[in-house]
Each structure stands twice: as structure tokens, then as C-alpha cells.
T-cell receptor, first 115, second 109 residues
Framework: SAVISQKPSRDICQRGTSLTIQCQVDSQVTMMFWYRQQPGQSLTLIATANQGSEATYESGFVIDKFPISRPNLTFSTLTVSNMSPEDSSIYLC????????????FGEGSRLTVL | GQNIDQPTEMTATEGAIVQINCTYQTSGFNGLFWYQQHAGEAPTFLSYNVLDGLEEKGRFSSFLSRSKGYSYLLLKELQMKDSASYLCAVKDSNYQLIWGAGTKLIIKP
């Protein structure tokens, strides 16, 4: 199985500030994704992180609010910009190997609380 | 629209069997996943079904009926550590994962 490391694991942030979450994957991972999981809700895909180019965002998510970088195959960052209390959530980095099942592996998650 | 339905919460007794159902309406189908998520932790992969029938893996089994848009996860010989949320997810025709809200399973002694 693939190994995905994510940091910070949790943070408390002030309204209006920005926070960058880092994700490191092992070499088996070919695709990387960023998800959000709000309390008691399902996982929502924010974007697919593309190596060396702009991320592909899902409906309702924009680059200005959630800039994403993936400078190489094994590293990506997600920034939550100009945070508001509505951004309080768990942010999960995930990756997929080239296996047929397309099983997703997840990082430990970053729990953000915005005051 | 695309929709995944699963019960919000279930309670079962240690040592017993529990079945968690998932029904889906999606634009196309390219496989169904079950994930386990303990509180405060990341989801971990349990099973993948792409053909009709039952897939057994130890104490856990997953069933799929594509014609009915239905799957279930069967957990046998329940242990306290099985207390977790169980997430159903379907890969649609664009190979996008559509996630259910999860079923919180509470195991009582």
C-alpha cells in the first residue's frame, strides 16, 4: 500500500489568515487529490493536483481560495486562503497508484479550526 | 443528480453480525468501494466490487447488485474496534468517486 504523510495534523487559525497544508507521498502514487470532510458529512473532492501545472478544480472550488501546487510527483500543498469559520474542516490528501482497482490512499488529515 | 444513500447510524452487539446497506444513483458505474474511518483518522480501504456478487475478505464481505444499484457491507464476529464510520463510494462513468455520507457503527459489549 502507498504511504501518505500530511502536516500539520491540526491547527487553530484566525479569520482572514491563510494556512498551507503539505502532503508527501511515496513513489507508488501516480495521482494526488485534495478532499474536504466537514463534520458528519461525506468527503468532497476539492481538486486533482497535477504535477507541474495548475490543479483541476471541482465545481464550487476556485484557485484563489484553494491554491494547490504539485512541483513533483511526490509532493503537493493545499493553501486555504483568507479563512473564515466556514472553512473549519478536515482536509485530506489522497493518492492513487496505477492499480486497476483505483483504490485511494489517504493521509492522516489536517483538522483546521477557524476562529 | 448523483446520489449515494446509506444509513446515518447503526448499533450492534459485540460478536454479532451487522449489514450496512448502500444504494446509489449515478451517471454510469465503474466500481464501488467501501472504506472504514475511525474517529479522527483517515479513511482506509476495505473492499472494491465491480461485478455482481459477494466478495469475502476475512470477517468482512461486500456484495454488489448493479441492476438494483445496491451494495452491502457485512461484518461478522463484531469486535469493539469495528466501531467506526463506513463510507460507500461509487466510481461514475467519468471515473470520479461519489461518496456517501457514511454510516456510523456503534458496537456495544
Amino acid at each position: 500500500s502507498a504511504v501518505i504523510s500530511q502536516k500539520p495534523s491540526r491547527d487553530i487559525c484566525q479569520r482572514g489568515t491563510s494556512l498551507t497544508i503539505q502532503c508527501q507521498v511515496d513513489s507508488q502514487v501516480t495521482m494526488m487529490f485534495w478532499y474536504r470532510q466537514q463534520p458528519g458529512q461525506s468527503l468532497t473532492l476539492i481538486a486533482t493536483a497535477n504535477q507541474g501545472s495548475e490543479a483541476t478544480y471541482e465545481s464550487g472550488f476556485v484557485i484563489d481560495k484553494f491554491p494547490i501546487s504539485r512541483p513533483n510527483l511526490t509532493f503537493s500543498t493545499l493553501t486555504v486562503s483568507n479563512m473564515s469559520p466556514e472553512d473549519s474542516s478536515i482536509y485530506l490528501c489522497s493518492g492513487k497508484t496505477g492499480e486497476d482497482t483505483g483504490e485511494l490512499f489517504f493521509g492522516e488529515g489536517s483538522r483546521l479550526t477557524v476562529l | 443528480g448523483q446520489n449515494i444513500d446509506q444509513p446515518t447510524e447503526m448499533t450492534a452487539t459485540e460478536g454479532a453480525i451487522v449489514q450496512i446497506n448502500c444504494t446509489y444513483q449515478t451517471s454510469g458505474f465503474n466500481g464501488l468501494f467501501w472504506y472504514q474511518q475511525h474517529a479522527g483518522e483517515a479513511p482506509t480501504f476495505l473492499s472494491y466490487n465491480v461485478l455482481d456478487g459477494l466478495e469475502e475478505k476475512g470477517r468482512f464481505s461486500s456484495f454488489l447488485s448493479r441492476s438494483k444499484g445496491y451494495s452491502y457491507l457485512l461484518l461478522k464476529e463484531l469486535q469493539m474496534k469495528d466501531s467506526a464510520s463506513y463510507l460507500c463510494a461509487v466510481k461514475d462513468s467519468n471515473y470520479q468517486l461519489i461518496w456517501g455520507a457514511g454510516t456510523k457503527l456503534i458496537i456495544k459489549p
